[in-house]
């Protein structure tokens, strides 16, 4: 009798754990040098891939563009290793305090690593990257749309890998995911974290699994113009943002939060550049057809003309966006939610303040802690969005959907975004290989309680009092000699000291030869 498919992708998961626990076992204990020539096989073998896998992922997913999922694929591949490489991953990687402490990297295990179908290739191969410049291995779970393109990308790594020198069955990935089966992956006791990317579900059932684990969900991004932004740079990069890979990642715009004395050049310049404002009628159509009960999944990733045709009226075929004006935030107003795809929601308020209150609405409204562009040229602004702001990724006069994961800013490139405990994560971080580390202290004596003859110390001794007592410095043949020559004279013998020990010759009584030659028959008895 043939199990269930729940139940083969049960036994799949235990199969797989089974095996990389073993190949971790044996990793990890590679030397630094093996670690980063193993990484550096996987990068170039994966950015080689690009744009083979790109077209793989949109072929089998229908999401997106191919040739923004190539960029996504830059990121989870090149650009990561080249932010990565001289990372200390292996063996005493700090020593602080003096060289008091010191730190020694440990691998955590097995990585149960939870792979999007908007984003598959790009995070299966930067999440097994990362796991083993660490020295983990890792178990991926593809979403069930994106099996193929997401095992190809695996096996694009592991086999780099293994060329390199790794143990084979470290890079590993699931070709029967159920949700039996995946939640099997996360609770299973050889799996010792999780890396979860994708549905809001999805993230909160691996926080639920009793695994440590990274999760990023939903992400409502708001992208505010102020009335000193450079207008046409704006709105190009929140476009750019908004149709990149047609709205997949969870950075990308959501909301165009507009001051007011510059809403008509705004409106002017979106115009120009393809956006599409739709009618009160329109508008109404779209409610319908992209959340009839949530998000409709078969608007995500999708081309505006498609979405606009689908929901029942037309555009022009050069249309890049659909941008709907709203005046509220929440479930009455369903489109100022986040829609992975490219539809903007517009508001316009007076001034930053108010401004910054409607971006705050937004965050709260799906996307708390996440991301925030900000476009200005007032340094103060920044600086209040800074400190005040609920999001973890404020982008400034860039494009937020990919300024976020690291590839027009300086942030660590990453596919797994941290939202904070506000969010529901215990990091803000982009995840990097660090944050797949145990770190082991090792803490040498600052402060002791006992003497170096075993006798304590009283409280009120001083720290100069309290700090152990180096060995007395040996005397060399010379000082010896000199010490036995005043001994000789009658004169007493001055105690050394760190730096120089010698007498002066100045201070040395004259001696005859024959005084001398005693004195050194008498040493050496």
Request: glycine share 6%; hydrophobic share 40%.
């Amino acid at each position: 009798m043939e199990l269930s498919l729940d139940l083969q992708s049960i036994q799949e998961a235990r199969t797989l754990l089974a095996k990389a626990k073993e190949a971790q076992q044996a990793y990890k204990d590679f030397t630094q040098a093996q670690v980063d020539k193993i990484v550096k096989a996987m990068a170039e073998a994966g950015y080689e891939a690009r744009e083979r896998l790109a077209k793989l992922a949109v072929e089998e997913t229908g999401f997106g563009k191919w040739q923004d999922k190539v960029k996504k694929n830059i990121v989870g591949t090149k650009m990561l290793y080249d932010y990565i490489k001289d990372m200390k991953t292996c063996g005493i990687v700090n020593k602080t305090h003096n060289g008091k402490v010191w730190e020694v990297a440990t691998p955590m295990g097995v990585v149960a690593a939870l792979i999007p179908s908007t984003n598959p290739t790009s995070t299966m191969m930067y999440k097994a990257i990362i796991s083993l410049k660490s020295r983990n291995a890792i178990v991926a779970s593809p979403h069930p749309r994106a099996v193929r393109c997401t095992t190809e990308a695996a096996k694009v790594v592991a086999d780099a890998a293994k060329k390199a020198g790794a143990p084979d069955n470290l890079v590993l990935c699931m070709t029967k995911p159920t949700l039996e089966g995946t939640t099997e992956l996360m609770r299973h006791e050889l799996t010792s974290v999780i890396l979860a990317t994708g549905s809001t579900p999805m993230v909160r059932a691996a926080y639920s699994s009793g695994k440590p684990a990274y999760g990023v969900g939903s992400g409502n991004v708001p992208a505010f113009i102020e009335r000193s932004a450079n207008i046409p740079k704006a709105v190009a990069d929140i476009l750019f943002g908004k149709t990149f890979d047609n709205g997949t990642l969870c950075s990308s715009e959501q909301a165009i939060v507009c001051d007011l004395p510059i809403k008509n050049k705004v409106i002017e310049e979106l115009k120009k550049r393809g956006a599409y404002f739709v009618s009160m009628e329109e508008k109404q159509k779209l409610e319908r057809y992209m959340f009839p009960r949530g998000l409709n999944p078969e608007v995500v990733g999708m081309p505006a003309t498609f979405i606009a045709e689908r929901a029942g009226f037309s555009v022009p075929p050069q249309t890049t966006v659909l941008v709907v004006e709203l005046g509220a935030v929440g479930k009455k107003e369903i489109l100022s939610a986040e829609k992975l795809s490219p539809v903007l929601a517009f508001y316009t308020e007076d001034g930053w303040e108010a401004g910054c209150k409607r971006c705050i609405e937004l965050l709260e409204f799906g996307g708390i802690g996440h991301s925030l562009a900000l476009h200005t040229q007032n340094e103060m602004v920044i600086e209040q969005f800074a400190l005040h702001k609920p999001a973890h990724r404020i982008l400034i006069n860039t494009v937020a959907a990919i300024g976020a994961v690291g590839y027009t800013t300086a942030l660590p490139p990453a596919m797994t975004l941290g939202p904070g405990t506000i969010g529901g994560s215990i990091t803000t971080d982009n995840i990097s290989p660090l944050h797949l580390l145990n770190i082991k202290r090792i803490g040498f004596e600052t402060n002791p309680v006992n003497d170096a003859n075993g006798n304590p110390i009283p409280e009120s001794a001083s720290s100069e009092e309290k700090k152990p007592t180096a060995p007395p410095i040996p005397k060399s043949f010379s000082e010896i000699i000199d010490e036995r020559i005043r001994l000789k004279a009658g004169n007493k013998p001055v105690a050394p000291t760190a730096q120089s020990s010698r007498v002066k010759s100045s201070t040395i009584p004259k001696l005859s030869d024959e005084a001398i030659a005693e004195l050194v028959k008498q040493f050496k008895k």
